[in-house]
């Protein structure tokens, strides 16, 4: 599957869950960060079901230093 | 409105300075500048996480004590970039709070105010305490305050320009109409500035280069905070009137050989 994450093109051998593609771009879910997929927020509590597939548009944001 | 504390929606704050965390040296030097400060209330941007790097330490590890975090929406250019924005805010950092910023033009960062009410709107209906970067027009001011927005953010200024209060006449006009805190957002360069706003009737103060950017950011913020404290104390007291002769301050009766 490929999929575009944060502007950038990724190749996976499967789909999977945002659960599993923060595994495997070894990122803690647990510090302050968001995802969206397609310009939708995936909320926390749905990381386990909800589903990335082919052609996605996948955000992954945190905070930063800002005015 | 002359609340003894700052109310932003449901909450409220003693400080009335709000400050960025850009433009710093490091992490320590933001540390410090904003302890130094006094703010409880400081803004953060939301950027695409370094995926070759996902783990590292960020803003949020280096400070010290707990903040009220105003992530913002800098560098959106629409309404849809400005709330995709401030959901994902809501969920990577847990609060209700936005700076919304919908940028209009990249020379002078001036706001789209057709963008940025669409935007007040569709994030006031989904729950949000949306405290808005505008103009200092009382018009779109009191567009924003219809929307619901818990309070206005007229610029002084072009954001880092340092120019001071360029229409304290236009801030008049917009702290005599509004209903909700009206802050000062963008413009101010030192001390002085922060003071006039303050004198002006401004409920508060949100700065970022004035401070970074000084000479010694940690002794500006300090300067910053007094200035705030100061100009709020002279509002509260109320200034004299301006003539244009002397009074004399000591008595006129009793003067000695007349």
Same mark, same amino acid.
């Given at each position: 599957?490929n /999929?575009?994450?944060?502007? &950038?093109?990724h190749?996976f051998?499967?789909?999977?869950? /945002? #659960?599993?593609?923060?595994g495997e771009?070894k ?6 960060? +968001?995802? $969206?997929? *397609?310009?939708s927020?995936?909320?926390?509590q =749905?990381?386990?079901r909800?589903?990335?597939t =082919?052609?996605? #548009?996948?955000?992954?944001i @945190?905070?930063?230093q800002g005015? | 409105m002359?609340n003894?504390n700052?109310?932003l ?5 003693s400080s009335?300075l ?6 710093? #040296?490091?992490y320590d030097q933001?540390r410090q500048?904003?302890e130094?400060?006094?703010a409880?209330?400081?803004?953060? $941007?939301?950027? @695409?996480?370094?995926?070759? *790097?996902p783990?590292d ?8 004590k707990t903040?009220?975090?105003?992530? *913002?929406?800098?560098?959106c250019y629409?309404?849809?970039?400005a709330?995709?924005?401030c959901?994902?805010?809501r ?5 209700t ?6 940028i209009?033009?990249q020379?002078t960062l001036?706001?789209?105010? &057709? ?6 709107r569709?994030l006031v209906?989904?729950?949000f305490t949306?405290?808005?970067?505008c103009?200092?027009?009382?018009v ?9 927005? $818990?309070a206005?953010?007229?610029l002084?200024a072009?954001i880092g320009?340092?120019?001071g209060i @360029?229409?304290?006449?236009?801030l ?7 209903r909700?805190? /009206?802050?000062?957002?963008?413009g101010v360069g030192? $001390?002085?500035?922060?003071s006039?706003?303050?004198?002006l009737?401004? !409920?508060?103060?949100?700065?970022n280069?004035a401070?970074?950017?000084?000479g010694d950011p940690?002794k500006?913020? !300090? +300067? ?6 100061a100009g #709020?104390?002279?509002?509260?007291a ?5 003539k244009?002769?002397?009074?004399a301050?000591?008595?006129v ?6």
């Open positions: 599957m /999929v575009i994450i944060n502007g &950038e093109r190749e051998r499967r789909s999977m869950t /945002v #659960r599993e593609l923060l771009l990122i803690d879910s647990s510090r302050g960060m +968001a995802v $969206a997929i *397609n310009d927020v995936v909320p926390k =749905e990381f386990d909800a589903a990335i =082919e052609g996605d #548009r996948v955000e992954i @945190r905070a930063t005015g | 002359r003894k700052l109310i929606g449901s909450r409220e704050f009335r709000i400050v960025g965390t850009g433009k710093y #040296r490091d933001t500048a904003i130094a400060s006094g409880e209330i400081i803004t953060v $941007a939301l950027r @695409r996480l370094n995926l070759d *790097n783990n330490k960020g803003l949020l590890d280096y400070l010290g903040y009220t975090l105003l992530p *913002n929406t800098a560098g629409t309404a849809k970039e709330v995709l924005t959901r994902l805010a969920e990577a950092l847990d609060t709070f936005v700076k919304l910023e919908v209009g033009d020379k001036f706001p789209d105010n &057709e963008q940025l009410l669409d935007a007040a569709t209906k989904e729950g949306v405290l808005p970067y103009i200092d027009d009382p779109i001011c009191k567009k924003l305050e219809d929307a619901g927005c $818990a206005v953010m007229p002084a072009p320009s340092g120019l @360029r229409n304290p006449y236009n008049m006009m917009i702290l005599e109409q509004s909700v805190p /009206v802050i000062v957002d963008a030192t $001390a002085s500035d922060a006039f706003a303050m004198e009737g401004c !409920h508060g103060i949100l700065m280069t401070i970074a950017g000084s940690v500006m913020a !300090h +300067a910053m905070k007094l200035a705030v404290e #709020r104390l002279a509002f509260e109320g200034r004299i009137p301006k244009l002769y002397a009074t301050s000591s008595p009766e009793g003067l000695i050989g007349r």
